[in-house]
């Protein structure tokens, strides 16, 4: 037999098949080890045949690897073969979002772990007071029993190896697969549906149409709506994939998803080390668990027999990829659901403009949840005027509104939440003898200080420089801050409530393992009394005791030169006064502003998405924005100035004389800088165009893909989320 294989998916930009001979027992989409090259690879078996267009003899031989079933199943292989068709990219790249990395880079799976147990208890060994890990681990092993090394080691480095060279310690192999939720508890929570949500999920499981809009206000229910589809699908024997927006993986969701589905459920999470993933991955593929629930890259998830898929927050910009190969999360959702003959749930209390339209004109089917559970009011939205706050010499961060309500939030035993759209001290260092704005040098973008560290970053590259004593460039002393940023407000709050315990939570703070779970968890224990955050902390979360939500910059979104800004800022700030008031207290918000007559502000604080909608639709039509049109940017970027700019001549003569010869399909065309000219040292430029008519898009990718080389990256965005 021939196997046509894949190989070395990891490396290989373009696509590498090759014939190799196999045993009969190889079957498409297993992994096999290919020679190749003189040494021996991983690859994949596309297809088998009887012979080769290549000689026989000079075949090589693969050997298979003993796995249960092969790592791809033919609804993952069909897809990825349909994906690198819709992008033009190698199969080699779309293969890769359905496998978990340890299985790409061919390392047999880790079935044997090593685990840890006291062999003396803790009163009885000798430790020194200053053998933090070591107690550490003990003290953690004394009270859990037998734990994986891994694991501990992560919490404390070395703790187990230095217990066991004095003895205090055993350590076994284990063949177990690692449970990451064993210390997750929760009551389990008997619900009866709503009629309305009962109403919704009859609708769902009785429309004809694929695709369901699930429009339903902050509160409405929506996920208990969505975990009655997956228990049915789960009686049925179906399995089922469930889309959250990453951060909406709360450590409440996760126990309530525990306890309701228990081992059926496979929650992949960015907390989870690449071993537990993988054994979440396998424990998808083998069917022992039948649902998939995480963030974007959960779409890919190696299950069979799919009875629904649902996105939660569908409007979230986390669902488009930005890195190659840059799919989209509804394209590939909406593949799967019409393979399988299922259900695509999507819901949101904000759905974007685009997928509202397609709902109302009846494309897709469009479910109204209009009230809060148990008919709570949503909080009621006070418009701060800080024009008005200037003019009497105000010039902090909090109007007089907002500052009372906080006192009367912490003088009651309540929480706030303090949303900004900005993180850091402040934006931007600026010389204010010359105008010299502090820069990245890899990147040219402003660098933001950041007071903690004494340091000023780059947000794009991560790269950290030394607080400037002096401006580079004229030697003058007298630097200043522009902007303000969530430290800033931190460190100005506690100035005001001295007693009151603040928590931060942006980029800065939610690094590492569980970053952001940590936070969550200890404010949603109420260990403190004032959240400020940034977007993150929008979207999902329901913490009972929020009375308040303060929104420092309702501005500061509207203003990004995008056609998506004010959809944005009333998402967002719709998701943000959703947090507020979710129990029996009534919730308030106080929603700064330097523009209180803006449309969108209006609608937003008017719980207005209806008329929001028809205003931002006419808006579109007006200016042939999307849905009215396509945007659509080819990215070219590279280390070498002059190799991207090659690229950029290919690709842009390329499409020049698609658009001479279709001159009617194009709103616009053109070629110029990125709006960043250089990230992370690679040098950026752009092709932008606006298509009335996205049946040239096949021609579009075309083109860029044979513009790509090994040293320059030329990428399709469509309608991009970020033009950065
Ligand atoms: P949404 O996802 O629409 O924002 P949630 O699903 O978070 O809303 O529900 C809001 C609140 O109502 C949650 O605290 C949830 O536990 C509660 N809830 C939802 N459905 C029911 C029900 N049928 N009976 C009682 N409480 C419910
Ligand atoms: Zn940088």
Not at 126 to 145: F, P, R, T
Not at 271 to 289: K, N, V
Not at 533 to 545: E, N, R, V, W, Y
Request: proline share 4%.
């Amino acid at each position: 037999m021939v196997a046509e294989v894949i190989v070395d998916i990891a490396a290989s930009e373009t696509d590498r098949i090759f014939d190799y001979l196999c045993d009969e027992n190889v079957v498409v989409g297993s992994r096999v080890r290919a020679p190749f090259g003189g040494k021996t690879v991983p690859g994949f078996v596309m297809k088998i045949k009887e012979t080769s267009d290549y000689p026989m003899e000079k075949l090589k031989r693969v050997l298979p690897y003993h796995d249960e079933l092969p790592a791809l199943n033919l609804e993952c292989l069909s897809l990825a073969e349909k994906l690198a068709a819709r992008y033009r990219v190698p199969k080699a790249l779309t293969l890769r979002l359905f496998l978990p990395a340890e299985m790409r880079t061919g390392k047999v799976r880790e079935l044997l772990r090593n685990y840890a147990e006291l062999t003396v208890p803790i009163a009885e060994m000798k430790l020194v007071k200053s053998a933090k890990n070591q107690i550490g681990a003990a003290e953690y092993l004394e009270q859990n029993g037998k734990t994986d090394c891994a694991y501990l080691n992560g919490i404390y480095p070395g703790g187990v190896a230095a217990l066991e060279k004095k003895g205090y310690v055993r350590i076994t192999k284990e063949q177990i697969l690692r449970d990451p939720y064993k210390t997750v508890t929760a009551e389990k929570v008997e619900r009866v549906l709503t009629p309305d949500q009962d109403r919704a999920v009859k609708t769902i499981e009785t429309d004809g149409r694929t695709v369901q809009l699930l429009h339903g206000v902050t509160g409405s229910g929506k996920t208990e709506i969505y975990l009655t589809l997956i228990a049915k699908c789960l009686t049925q024997g179906k399995s089922s994939i469930f889309l959250v927006p990453e951060i909406s993986l709360t450590p409440q969701m996760l126990s309530q998803l525990r306890v309701r589905f228990g081992k059926n459920a496979a929650i992949l999470h960015s907390g989870l080390s690449a071993g537990e993933r993988f054994d979440e991955w396998w424990r998808l593929r083998t069917g022992e668990a039948k649902i998939a629930i995480g963030a974007r890259s959960a779409i890919f998830a190696p299950l069979e027999n799919l009875g629904v898929i649902i996105v939660d927050e569908e409007h979230d910009s986390s669902y488009s990829s930005e890195s190659a190969p840059r799919y989209n999360t509804f394209d590939v959702a909406l593949l799967r659901a019409k393979r399988n003959g299922c259900k695509l749930v999507l819901g949101s209390a904000t759905p974007s403009v685009e997928t509202y339209k397609r709902a109302k004109e009846g494309e897709f089917s469009l479910i109204r949840l209009e009230k809060r559970i148990n008919k709570r009011p949503l909080p009621e939205i006070h418009i701060a005027d800080m024009r008005r706050e200037v003019r009497r010499g105000n010039n902090s961060n909090f109007s007089g509104a907002l500052k009372e309500e906080i006192e009367k939030c912490l003088s009651a035993d309540k929480q706030a939440i303090l949303f900004l759209n900005r993180r850091g001290y402040s934006q931007t260092v600026i010389c204010k003898e010359c105008g010299y704005v502090a820069k990245c040098e890899a990147c040219d973008v402003s660098l933001t200080y950041h007071k903690e560290e004494k340091c000023l970053k780059c947000h794009y590259c991560g790269m950290k420089y030394n607080m400037l004593s002096a401006c580079p460039d004229c030697g003058g002393v007298k630097l200043t801050y522009a902007g303000t940023g969530t430290q800033r407000v931190v460190a100005d709050l506690q100035k005001l409530y001295p007693t009151a315990r603040i928590l931060r939570m942006d980029n800065d703070t939610t690094s590492g393992k569980e970053g952001h779970y940590k936070i969550l968890k200890a404010f949603g224990e109420h260990k403190a009394d004032i959240l400020v955050g940034t977007q993150m902390i929008a979207k999902g979360h329901d913490f009972p005791a929020v009375t308040l939500v303060g929104i420092l910059d309702a501005d500061m979104s509207l203003h990004f030169s995008d056609y998506r800004s004010g959809e944005r800022t009333f998402q967002l700030l719709t998701q943000v006064a959703g947090r507020s008031g979710r129990a029996e207290e009534k919730g308030k918000v106080v929603l700064q502003t330097f523009d209180p007559e803006n449309e969108v502000l209006r609608f937003a604080t008017s719980y207005d998405y209806e008329g929001f909608y028809e205003n931002e639709i006419s808006l579109r039509a007006a200016m042939a924005f999307p849905p009215y049109s396509k945007i659509v940017r080819i990215l070219v970027s590279g280390e070498d100035n002059k190799k991207a700019l090659d690229a950029l001549k290919d690709v842009y003569f390329a499409l020049k004389v698609l658009y001479e010869n279709n001159a009617e399909k194009f709103l616009f065309f053109d070629k110029m800088h990125a709006p960043i000219k250089r990230i992370q040292n690679k040098h950026r430029y752009q092709v932008l165009m606006r298509l009335s008519d996205s049946s040239i898009l096949p021609e579009i990718y075309n083109a860029c893909a044979e513009a790509r080389t090994r040293d320059v990256l030329v990428s399709v965005e469509e309608n991009p989320t970020n033009l950065s």
